[in-house]
């Protein structure tokens, strides 16, 4: 599972504002919580068996699968803030201050990410002479995926505003027939980046929506 990293792309499809910009704010660096995320994806095993016989050897394990920094390609709070400032070009009924000369700023916090699902492998090998045979059935995922994101509007050094948002995705169970265990793992790997990115794009529209909410009433 730590054998590649896959990249969080984030799709610019929602609608775009064609209200004037005449507020500009800055998009502060994003606060990451050290211990949301390990840096290593880990995988864990909650229970399992292992029978080797005279001639036949059959197991069944299930294990934990946590992902960890080293699976995702990007940095992830510089990938939260790039998404924001293009996501505010688009949707956002303000724009980005490229100068950082605005009395507005938006300070970013990811307060919860985690990504994690099951992986169940199990199997017999036969050996009788000059015959042996093997067979295995490893399935992965669903995955559930979990981002919480918060953030406050400044006004100069006064809070005007805050929020905080959460979403979550739940990836497809993997259980079809593979040449390669390796393949199915990539499959999953790349399964629980998208689900991570899903829930980005999530948060991120909602904090624009909400800053749009807050701009207009203000």
């Not at 199990?122 to 015959?131: D, R, V």
Request: aromatic share 12%; with cysteine; glycine share 6%.
């Amino acid at each position: 599972m730590n054998a590649g990293s896959y990249s969080m792309a984030y799709i610019m499809d929602s609608k775009i504002s064609d209200l004037p910009k005449n507020i500009a704010v800055t998009v502060d660096d994003v606060s990451f919580n050290v211990v949301a995320m390990s840096d290593t994806t880990t995988v864990k095993r909650e229970k399992g068996w292992f029978l080797p016989l005279v001639l036949v050897t059959v197991w069944n394990s299930k294990n934990n699968c946590t992902q960890g920094k080293s699976m995702i390609e990007e940095d992830i709070p510089s990938f939260f803030k790039g998404s924001l400032r293009q996501e505010i070009s688009r949707s956002g009924d303000f724009k980005v201050d490229t100068l950082n000369i605005s009395d507005y700023s938006v300070e970013l916090s990811i307060d919860e990410l985690k990504t994690e699902g099951p992986y169940v492998s199990s199997g017999f090998f036969y050996f009788a002479l000059y015959a042996y045979g093997y067979s295995y059935s490893d399935r992965a995922g669903p995955a559930h995926s979990t981002l919480k994101v918060s953030y406050k509007l400044k006004k100069g050094d006064q809070l005007i505003h805050s929020n905080t948002f959460t979403s979550e995705k739940i990836t497809e169970q993997i259980n079809r027939k593979y040449t390669s265990i390796n393949m199915l793992q990539q499959d999953y790997a790349i399964s629980m980046v998208e689900a991570t990115s899903y829930n980005f794009k999530n948060t991120i529209q909602q904090i624009v929506n909400d800053l749009n909410t807050f701009f207009a009433g203000s």
